[in-house]
C-alpha cells in the first residue's frame, strides 16, 4: 500500500524508516545541546545549581575507571600511575566530528575502521575551558595539561580539590557523550595525605551523583566481591533503588579459571534498573608495551567472542565491549536529557527573569546626574512608602520586585505584614489576657485582711465598699503591664515591615538606604512614647473611677443573691456547727451565726446582728464576772478566778501587743467566709467588665497613635529629613561593589540567555 506525499508515493516500510530517521537525527542533537549548556553555565558556576544532565563515574582506586574512559575516547590521554591519581573532578564532554552516515552503518564496520585508520590526526583534538582557544592535538600534551592544572590548586601532595577541570574531545570515532570522572575512593591516607581523605572524596562525589539529572557509571573490579563495591554502596546512598546507576565490570580478564560474571550480568545478584555493562581494558604490561587504545580493544572483543561462557550466550555477549557501552550510554543520555530538557528550560527561564530583576534595580552604569538625582530620590522614597503602606493594608508590596524572587513571597507559607499584627492583637495579646484571672496574685487571707482594715476601729454592719475598691483597682492595674508589651511587639513588627519594604534599587545606594533606616526608626520611636502613655491611660482611667453603677455589674443585691444560691446548691457556708464549744467559742455563740441554709432577710438581719449580745448574754456576764472578764475570757463563759479560801482575787495582766498582727492563726467566722464570697462576686465581675473593654481598646489605641499614624506620616518625615540639597550627593553615591554586581548579572543575563536559545533549538 503506497502513501502519498504531494507527488510522490511512499510505503509504509519507507515513511517508517524516513521517522525513525528524523527520530535518531532530532535525538542526536540532544547531547551537543547538553554539552553547550555546560560550557555555558559552567562559566558561571551554575551547573550544579540547574542539575544538567551528564554521566558520573565512580569507583574505587585502581578500579579501572580511567581505562573505561580512555577506551571511550580511543586515545590515552589520562594521567597514569599509582595511588590517587585524579585529583580534581574531570568534566569531558565527546564530540563526534564525522558526519552520520559513515559511522551508523552497523554492516560497514570493517570497511569504517579501515577508513578511521586513515584519518588525518588533525580531525583529533581537545581543548580546554580554562585554555579558550587552544587545541591539542597531541594527546600526551593534553594528560600534561590535565598534571598541571591539577597541581595547580592541589600541589603535588596527592591532595584533592572540587573545582573540575573541563576538557572537550572532538574526534570522529566517539559517540556524543558528557562524562564526569571522579578521584577513586580511598580508605587510608598516604604520604602527606589528609587524614580525612576518603570523606573528602566521599564528599565530592556525592555532590556529584546527589544530581537527579545525573547517571551513575559505577565501575567495579569483575574479581572482587560484588558486595563490597565500594561503587554501589555510594551508587546506592543517593540511589537506592538503582534507577540511574549502570553497573561497569572490569578486568574480567583477570578472574580466577572457570568463574564467570555471567549471574552479575543477568542482573541476579545486586539487581540494577539499567543492569551491567562488562569490559576489559589494556593491563599494566599492555600499557608498558605502548599498546594502543585500539589494539587494546580489538584484543577485548577477541577475548568476549572466544570465552567459553559468553560467547555461546547472545544475551550475555549484547552486554560485553567497551563499544557496547559507548552506545548504551549515549542512548541512555539521549533519552535522559530528552526527559529533563523541559524542566531545564523552565529553570532557566525563572533564573533569566530574577537575574534581569536584579539587574533592573541595580540601574545602569549612568550615575544620576544633578538635574535627576532629585527625581530618583523622590521615587525611591515614594515607592517605599507605597510598599510600607500596602504591606500593613495586606496588599503585599507595591514593588513585587523588592523581593529577590517571586517565588519567595510568603503570602501562602507563613502571615506577612498586618496579618502579623493582627495576629499580635488575637492570638497572642486578647489571649493572654483572657487568660488572666481575676484573682490571681490573691488570696483568701488578703481578701478577709483587707474587709478587717476596711472595718476601722468596729465591725461594719454590710461589707465595707473601701475593701472592694482596694482590691479591685490592684487587679485593674495589673493589665497595664501586658499593654505596654502590645506596644513594644507592634513596634518590632513595624521595624520589620519596614525592612521588607525596601525596594531592591535601595540596595544601590548604602548611604540613602542608612539615612533611611535612621528616619524611620526614629519617627518609629517617637510614636512609641505616646502610644504607651495612652495604653497606661486606659488603666488609670479604670482606676480613677469605679463605676459600680454599669449595667453589667452585677451589684451588691445580685452578689447576695446569687451567694445565697450558692449556699443553697454547694454550701459554701459551712453547716451549723453542733459540736461541743471549743475553749475559746461562746456556747451560744452557734445560735447566733448563719447557717449553710439559703440566707433570707430575717437570717441575713440574724447574721448581721450576731455580734450584738443578747440579753441572756448580758445577765449570764453579770453572773460571770463581769462585762471585762467575757472580753478576756475568749469568748466562753469562765468563772472568775479565786485565791486561795478567804484571799483576795487574782490581779488579770494584758498580753504584749505583737508588732504585726494577723489572722492566719484564727479560722474565719462564718460571718467572715460571707463576707469573702460576696466581695470576690463583686471583684470577679467588675474584673471581666475592665479586661474587655482593655482588650478591645488598646489595639485601636495602638493603630491610631502608632500604625496609622506612622504609615500617614512616613513619606513626609522622609522627604522633610532627606530631600535636601546638601546632602543629594552623599545621598545618591553608589556602593563600591554595585558595579561589579552589575556587570555579573549582565555577563549572566547574556549567557542565559544564550543557554535559552541552545534549548529552543530542540
Not at 598534571?147 to 572537550?168: C, M, S
Not at 533519552?335 to 529533563?340: A, K, L, P
Not at 499614624?709 to 522633610?720: G, I, K, P, T
Amino acid at each position: 500500500e503506497l502513501i502519498s506525499l504531494g507527488s510522490r508515493h511512499y510505503s509504509i516500510h519507507q515513511l517508517t524508516g524516513i521517522c525513525l530517521g528524523l527520530y535518531f537525527t532530532v535525538m542526536e542533537q540532544l547531547i551537543p545541546i547538553a554539552s553547550k549548556l555546560q560550557d555555558v553555565l559552567g562559566a558561571l558556576g551554575q551547573n550544579t545549581s540547574l542539575d544538567l544532565p551528564q554521566i558520573v563515574v565512580v569507583g574505587g582506586q585502581s578500579s579501572g575507571k580511567s581505562s573505561v574512559l580512555e577506551g571511550i575516547v580511543g586515545r590515552s590521554f589520562l594521567p597514569r600511575g599509582h595511588g590517587i591519581i585524579t585529583r580534581r573532578p574531570l568534566i569531558l564532554q565527546l564530540f563526534n566530528t564525522a558526519t552520520r552516515g559513515a559511522n551508523d552503518d552497523d554492516e560497514d564496520d570493517e570497511h569504517n575502521n579501515h577508513q578511521q585508520e586513515e584519518l588525518d590526526i588533525s580531525q583529533e583534538w581537545g581543548e580546554f575551558l580554562h585554555i579558550p582557544g587552544r587545541k591539542f592535538y597531541d594527546f600526551s600534551a593534553i594528560r600534561q595539561e590535565i598534571v598541571r592544572e591539577t597541581e595547580r590548586l592541589t600541589g603535588k601532595n596527592k591532595g584533592i580539590h572540587p573545582t573540575p577541570i573541563h576538557l572537550k574531545v572532538y574526534s570522529p570515532r566517539v559517540l556524543a557523550l558528557t562524562l564526569v570522572d571522579l578521584p577513586g575512593m580511598a580508605k587510608v591516607a598516604v604520604g602527606d595525605q589528609p587524614e580525612d581523605i576518603e570523606e573528602q572524596i566521599r564528599e565530592m562525589s556525592l555532590q556529584y551523583i546527589s544530581n537527579p539529572n545525573a547517571i551513575i557509571l559505577a565501575v567495579t573490579c569483575a574479581n572482587a566481591d560484588l558486595a563490597n563495591s565500594d561503587a554501589l554502596k555510594l551508587a546506592q546512598a543517593v540511589d537506592p533503588y538503582g534507577n540511574r546507576t549502570v553497573g561497569v565490570l572490569t578486568k574480567l580478564d583477570l578472574m580466577d579459571p572457570g568463574t564467570d560474571a555471567g549471574d552479575i550480568l543477568s542482573n541476579k545478584v545486586i539487581p540494577l534498573r539499567r543492569g551491567y555493562i562488562a569490559v576489559v581494558n589494556r593491563g599494566q604490561q599492555d600499557v608498558a608495551n605502548d599498546v594502543s587504545i585500539r589494539e587494546g580493544l580489538q584484543k577485548e572483543e577477541a577475548f568476549f567472542h572466544t570465552h567459553p561462557v559468553y560467547s555461546r550466550n547472545r544475551t550475555l555477549l549484547a552486554k560485553c565491549g567497551t563499544q557496547h557501552l559507548a552506545k548504551s550510554l549515549n542512548n541512555m543520555l539521549m533519552h535522559h536529557i530528552r526527559d529533563v530538557l523541559p524542566e531545564l528550560k523552565n529553570r532557566i527561564t525563572l533564573m533569566m527573569t530574577d537575574v534581569q530583576t536584579e539587574l533592573d534595580a541595580l540601574g545602569t552604569n549612568e550615575t544620576p546626574s544633578r538635574s535627576t538625582m532629585g527625581g530618583v530620590l523622590l521615587g525611591l522614597i515614594s515607592k517605599f512608602a507605597v510598599n510600607f503602606g500596602s504591606i500593613i493594608d495586606g496588599k503585599g508590596p507595591g514593588d513585587n520586585k523588592n523581593m529577590k524572587s517571586t517565588r519567595e513571597m510568603p503570602f501562602v507559607n507563613e502571615l506577612f505584614g498586618g496579618a502579623r499584627v493582627s495576629y499580635i492583637f488575637s492570638e497572642i495579646f486578647a489571649s493572654s489576657l483572657l487568660s488572666v484571672g481575676a484573682f490571681d496574685g490573691l488570696t483568701d487571707e488578703e481578701i478577709r485582711t483587707t474587709i478587717c482594715n476596711a472595718n476601722g476601729t468596729r465591725p461594719a454592719l454590710f461589707v465595707p465598699e473601701v475593701s472592694f475598691d482596694i482590691l479591685v483597682k490592684r487587679q485593674i492595674s495589673r493589665l497595664d503591664q501586658p499593654g505596654i508589651q502590645c506596644v513594644d511587639l507592634v513596634y518590632e513588627e513595624l521595624q520589620r515591615i519596614a525592612s521588607q519594604a525596601e525596594p531592591t534599587e535601595l540596595t544601590r545606594f548604602p548611604f540613602l538606604r542608612d539615612r533611611m533606616v535612621e528616619v524611620v526608626s526614629a519617627l518609629l520611636k517617637r510614636c512609641v512614647g505616646p502610644t504607651q502613655m495612652m495604653v497606661s491611660n486606659l488603666v488609670k482611667i479604670e482606676l480613677a473611677y469605679i463605676n459600680t453603677s454599669h449595667p453589667d455589674f452585677i451589684g451588691g443585691s445580685r452578689a447576695v443573691t446569687s451567694l445565697m444560691q450558692k449556699i443553697g446548691k454547694d454550701g459554701i457556708v459551712g453547716k451549723r456547727s453542733t459540736a461541743t464549744p471549743g475553749p475559746n467559742r461562746r456556747p451560744d455563740e452557734d445560735q447566733n451565726e448563719v447557717g449553710a441554709t439559703p440566707l433570707s432577710s430575717s437570717s441575713l438581719s440574724g447574721y448581721y446582728n450576731s455580734n450584738e449580745p443578747t440579753t441572756e448574754e448580758i445577765v449570764s456576764d453579770e453572773n460571770n464576772g463581769g462585762i471585762m472578764n467575757f472580753i478576756f475570757r475568749g469568748g466562753q463563759p469562765a468563772k472568775a478566778a479565786k485565791s486561795s479560801e478567804g484571799g483576795p482575787p487574782t490581779i488579770v495582766h494584758l498580753p504584749q501587743v505583737p508588732d504585726s498582727m494577723r489572722q492566719t492563726d484564727v479560722p474565719p467566722t462564718e460571718r467572715e467566709r460571707v463576707e469573702m464570697e460576696i466581695i470576690k462576686s463583686l471583684i470577679e465581675s467588675y474584673f471581666r467588665i475592665v479586661r474587655k473593654n482593655f482588650i478591645d481598646f488598646v489595639p485601636k489605641t495602638i493603630m491610631y497613635f502608632l500604625v496609622n499614624h506612622v504609615r500617614d506620616a512616613m513619606q513626609n518625615e522622609l522627604v522633610s529629613e532627606l530631600y535636601r540639597e546638601a546632602e543629594m550627593g552623599t545621598l545618591m553615591q553608589e556602593a563600591e561593589d554595585i558595579a561589579q554586581r552589575r556587570q555579573t548579572c549582565v555577563e549572566m543575563r547574556d549567557l542565559l540567555g544564550k543557554a535559552l536559545e541552545i534549548v529552543n533549538e530542540v
